[in-house]
Structures are given as C-alpha cells and as structure tokens.
C-alpha cells in the first residue's frame, strides 16, 4: 500500500510503498476512504508531543470501509463503513476506565500517535474503538467529525448551558461547534488570529453574531470560551472576557506556555480547564447528533500524496473548515 510516512519529527512525510497490514486478532483491516487531518497532527510531525511511534503513519479521523473483518466483531462486516478516532486502545481495568473516563486512561494509546494511521490506502484498527458511521455524510465529509467533531463536542459540553460562548481559533473545531451551538440556541462570539477577514467572515456566515480579533473584548461578557488555538496566551485573554462564574475550556492537546496572569481574571469562581482525548460514548453521541442538527462540515480534499501541502496549508491558517486526505 501506498502511505505517507513520517520518519523523524521535524522532517516532511515521506511517500513509501508498505506491505499491507496484516490485521491481528480483534482488528479489522480498513480500506481508506478518507482521512482528516487535524491540528494533532502538526503537533506530532512537529516534534511537540514526545515519542511517538517512528516511523509512523499519522492520521486519526479515518473513515474506511472493513475489507477483512475481526472474528470478535460481528458488527463489523466486511463492507461496513466505519470511523476510527484518536483513540485506539484503553485497558478497560484501571479507575478511569472503570469511572467512565477512559479518556484519561493511562495505558492509553492513540491513533496516528502510537498506532498507525490513516494517510495511507489501508489500515487496521481495534474493531471495539471504531464507529459505524452515519449513512448521510459523504466519507471526506464525514472525516472532520471524527476529532474536530469529537473534541468540539465534549469542549462544549464542558461549558454547560453557557449561553454566551466565544470560541477562539477558527478552524476544523470551532466551524462544527459553532453548528451544534446555534442548533442550541447560543449566541457565539467567534475569535481569530488578528486582521483574519477570511475566518471572520466565514464565521459570520455560519452563524456567529459577532467575530473579531482575539485581542479584542466581546461586546458582551461571555459565559464560556472554548480555546482551539495552540496559543497559551489566549489564556489569559479569554479569562479576561468572561463573566463571574464562567469557564475558559482549552481544546488542544497542545499550547504552548501560558504567560502569568494576575488572579483578579481568575477571581470570581471562574473556571479554567483542559479537555483531552475522547471517550467511545463520546463518540456515539456526537455521531448520533451531528445529522441531526444537522452539522455540515466545509472540506479541503487533497491527495494522499499532498500530505504535506494540507499540513503546511493547516499551519498557515490557509484551511476553510477541514483538511481531509483522499487517497
Ligand atoms: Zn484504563
Ligand atoms: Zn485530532
């Protein structure tokens, strides 16, 4: 199979021709559909999170179709269309796993991190972490969802019924949050990189009823704020704008340092919290309420080949909503 490899952090990924997969027990062999790239991504080929798996395929927010099935997973069929995240295995023993919270998990291990990915024509994955995927969205469509989606979702559900809700970054996330926020009659207040016209207004158009620059306050104190930018110092600029009581949730997997911030922006019972990785319920829900609302994500297709041409466009904020490879 065909794949994009990344052999070194810090070095471009390298086109290879792979054996392909063989899948072990409890796995499902996957033909790739489609395969979203995210922000995680650029962390991992950045040298940002340590000791991933090398070389690596990257890539967690697969859709594909099951070409050889597991003998455990009856669900699964050959033919099925499925979805794999970001997490692709638990211990399913330990406290976290046990409290619901396999997202916390230690022994956890991470698609396109630990495991293998989906920048490549084949993969196989744990048939107990994949999702049967919802029939309306098109594969490249439904890629997004998969983290963009996920984490987007349980972002927000971290800010309870906040009314008044700014999310700073726009990109892949906040353009599936935003659908979901409106779907619930919040008001969103959407924040970008400085002078950013185009994200402003691509914000607008998906409902915001206010978009700036992120150093600018709201018009109105917020009752939350999601940070899906890898910026630390957004930190502080987000507690600053919202009220008494509220809660500044940081999205990403990474950011860099946070710069020291008096205590008054944090006074007032406000909350300042993180939000890591998925958990599988997470994943049924968010699946089941995007055709709902319905949630319709905006996708920049590329080939498989231009990986690193959909990476650099990510990183230079040049992506209207999601990245999605198409081998
Ligand atoms: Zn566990
Ligand atoms: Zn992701």
């Not at 995680?40 to 798996?53: C, I, N, S």
Request: aromatic letters at 6%; a neutral charge.
């Amino acid at each position: 199979m065909r794949a994009m490899v990344l052999e070194a952090p810090r070095t471009p990924l390298v086109e290879t021709e792979l054996p392909d997969p063989e899948p072990g027990p409890g796995q499902a062999l996957l033909r790739v559909l489609a395969c979203g790239v995210c922000r995680t991504d650029l962390h991992v080929v950045d040298g940002e999170l340590p000791d991933p798996k090398l070389p690596l395929v990257p890539g967690h927010q697969i859709v594909g179709t099951v070409v050889a099935g597991a003998a455990n997973a009856r669900h699964l069929p050959v033919g099925t269309r499925v979805g794999v995240p970001w997490l692709g295995h638990t211990d399913g023993t330990c406290a976290y796993c046990r409290s619901g919270r396999e997202n916390l998990c230690p022994a956890a291990r991470f698609t396109g991190y630990q495991i293998d990915g989906g920048y490549a024509e084949l993969t196989r994955a744990d048939a107990r972490y994949c999702f049967p995927m919802p029939s309306q969205y098109a594969a490249a469509e439904a890629a997004p969802l998969l983290c963009a989606g996920l984490i987007g979702h349980r972002c927000l559900a971290a800010t309870g019924d906040a009314h008044r809700l700014g999310l700073y970054g726009f990109g892949a996330a906040a353009h599936v949050v935003i659908q979901v926020a409106r779907h619930q009659n919040r008001d969103v207040f959407a924040f970008t990189r400085a002078g950013d016209a185009t994200a402003q207004a691509f914000a607008r158009e998906l409902g915001a009823i206010w978009a700036g620059d992120s150093d600018e306050p709201p018009p109105a104190p917020l009752d939350a704020a999601i940070i899906f930018a890898p910026v630390g110092a957004l930190v502080p600029m987000a507690l600053r704008a919202v009220a008494p009581g509220g809660v500044v949730v940081c999205g990403g997997i990474h950011m860099s340092d946070i710069p020291s911030f008096p205590y008054a922006i944090l006074w007032g019972e406000r909350v300042l919290r993180s939000i890591a990785n998925l958990t599988r319920r997470d994943g049924e829900e968010f699946l089941a309420l995007a055709p709902r609302v319905p949630v319709r994500t905006e996708v920049q297709r590329y080939p498989l080949a231009e990986a690193n041409a959909a990476l650099a466009d990510l990183r230079g904020g040049r992506v209207r909503g999601a990245a999605v490879l198409v081998p």
